[in-house]
């Protein structure tokens, strides 16, 4: 061993024998065994439950949907996962579509109604302009009756006078 300045300041002499050396390397080689052993284990018990818990994320958010698509097509189904995972974040704007989605079939379904509404009351509309025109048509005739016969009258009335 040697000071700050280089002086010697003494020697150590390690003594071993062959045979504690030996265990040593093995108690160290057996001990780094165990603690890799204990980390793979952790690994892949983490690998699993990440696994797990995407593999159900994806097949309850794809049982939703194969259901929404087959049969009625319920857009008031919902995804309702909470994860902060892609997942779940797919499932949120996957529901803020079917929301919209929802809204303009219903404002579509407003729309058919009303125009519906209007179709109903067509041949009412239509039947009472035939019968306004209709007597349009006979307040004219009587209006042309009534011109034709003040034509008479005053043709009476200007023969009457040319003779007088």
């Known amino acids: 061993m040697y000071d700050q300045s280089a002086n010697e ?37 983490m690998i699993l439950l990440l696994t797990t818990s995407i593999v159900n994320s994806l097949s309850k958010t794809t049982n939703i949907l194969q259901d929404i698509a087959s049969g009625e097509g319920d857009l008031t189904r919902r995804i309702n996962l909470s994860s902060r995972n892609e997942i779940g ?18 404002n579509v379904k407003e729309n058919v109604q009303t125009l519906n509404d209007i179709l109903n ?30 034509n008479v009258s005053l043709d009476t009335i200007d023969t009457s006078s040319k003779d007088m």
């Open 121 to 150: 009351e067509l041949p009412l509309v239509a039947t009472e302009s035939s019968d306004a025109a209709g007597k349009l048509r006979e307040n004219a005739g009587n209006a042309r009756k009534s011109i034709d016969k003040v």
């Open 89 to 106: 974040i797919l499932s949120k704007w996957f529901n803020t579509f079917v929301e919209k989605l929802q809204l303009m079939i219903k």
């Open 9 to 45: 300041l003494g020697s150590v002499i390690m003594v071993f024998s062959k045979k504690s050396f030996i265990k040593k390397i093995n108690r160290f080689t057996f001990t780094l065994w165990v603690v890799t052993a204990v980390l793979l284990s952790i690994t892949v018990v």
